[in-house]
């Protein structure tokens, strides 16, 4: 059998997917999660085989997740199952080691073949963003990112400088680099670009 963790925060989307699943006589789906805190608990908990998880979740994103499962060397394979064929969030799913990345749109025996091939040792991403993976890479750094990320909550500088407890003057200096980098007018479209490419 492979055990399964699913996160997904839309409840419809997450009943739909664990009842598509559990059809399947080799795949049991051992616990779902509504957020990245919740998934990282449930795989804690029951130890599956795969956490099959979406990006975009309250608290903990499912990139995150994966950062963090690779980060404690937790023993669970990652696939990121996302509407979004962003790019920037399959590079920063790679690089955190993921071992599948597929679209919710696909047919449910794609999923099905993509948690069958990965159980067994293998990576599977969509082809059709196979070629993207390989595209524009991340230009941004973390400290970057992180700037980023308040300025599209609306923060002013020193704000975001209290938030990340650095001084106002180094906050200009990335929001500066992150403008360059995404060749954006100001920081509103820098975060927008950011943003759209995948990058946050």
């Not at 073949?113 to 040792?121: F, I, K, Y």
Request: cysteine-free; aromatic content about 4%; overall charge negative.
């Amino acid at each position: 059998m492979i055990r399964v963790v699913l996160a997904e925060d839309q409840a419809m989307v997450l009943s739909a997917f664990a009842s598509l699943l559990e059809l399947e006589d080799d795949i049991d789906v051992v616990a779902t999660a509504a957020n990245g805190e919740e998934a990282l608990a449930a795989v804690s908990e029951h130890r599956p085989d795969v956490l099959l998880t979406d990006i975009e979740m309250p608290l903990v994103s499912g990139l995150d997740v994966a950062q963090r499962v690779a980060d404690e060397s937790l023993a669970v394979r990652v696939v990121i199952f996302t509407t979004f064929a962003r790019s920037g969030y399959l590079r920063r799913a790679l690089d955190a080691g993921v071992a599948g990345y597929v679209l919710k749109d696909a047919p449910i025996t794609d999923l099905v073949d993509a948690l069958r091939r990965v159980h067994s040792g293998e990576r599977v991403v969509a082809p059709e963003l196979a070629v993207a993976a390989w595209g524009d890479a991340d230009p941004l750094t973390d400290r970057e990112r992180d700037v980023l990320r308040l300025v599209g909550e609306g923060l002013p500088n020193s704000e975001i400088s209290e938030r990340l407890h650095l001084s106002e003057g180094t906050v200009r200096n990335y929001l500066s680099s992150a403008i360059v980098k995404l060749s954006a007018r100001n920081r509103t479209e820098a975060f927008a670009f950011a943003r759209d490419k995948g990058y946050l």
